[in-house]
């Protein structure tokens, strides 16, 4: 059963039958760094009424806000090189641990040096 918004008449909203039951995959979406135009063309919404739902529901406004943030600071915190004419991700270590050190030569990335750290517990240590 659709709902409409109170004191409204005529066609019913899809956003509770095409947005609101989505929006955790909405959130993944937006931490991808999917655009709302590919966001709503997987909906099945109109970018129009997109923005119509943004303005009515917090909650949808609150999803975009959160997961647009956390994958802006995945991009902030990423170290990014140009490799043979595309933009590359250089990937942190596995572990978590350890640094990387971009060595350049004449201006240009010439080779990066990764040096992963291992964490150890007081009990593993002999």
């Avoid at 994958?71 to 990014?80: G, L, M, P, S």
């Amino acid at each position: 059963m659709t709902k409409e918004l109170p004191g409204k008449r005529g066609r019913k909203t899809k956003y509770y039958t095409h947005v609101e039951p989505r929006l955790e995959e909405i959130g993944h979406w937006c931490r991808d760094g999917l655009t709302e135009e590919e966001i709503c063309r997987r909906l099945g919404v109109s970018l129009t009424s997109f923005a119509e739902y943004k303005k009515q529901f917090p909650e949808l406004t609150d999803t975009l806000k959160v997961n647009r943030e956390i994958a802006d600071y995945r991009v902030e915190n990423a170290t990014y090189i140009v490799k043979d004419g595309q933009i590359t991700q250089v990937a942190a270590p596995k572990s978590g641990y350890g640094e990387q050190r971009i060595i350049y030569k004449d201006g240009k990335p010439f080779d990066i040096i990764k040096v992963e750290r291992t964490r150890i517990t007081g009990h593993d240590v002999i």
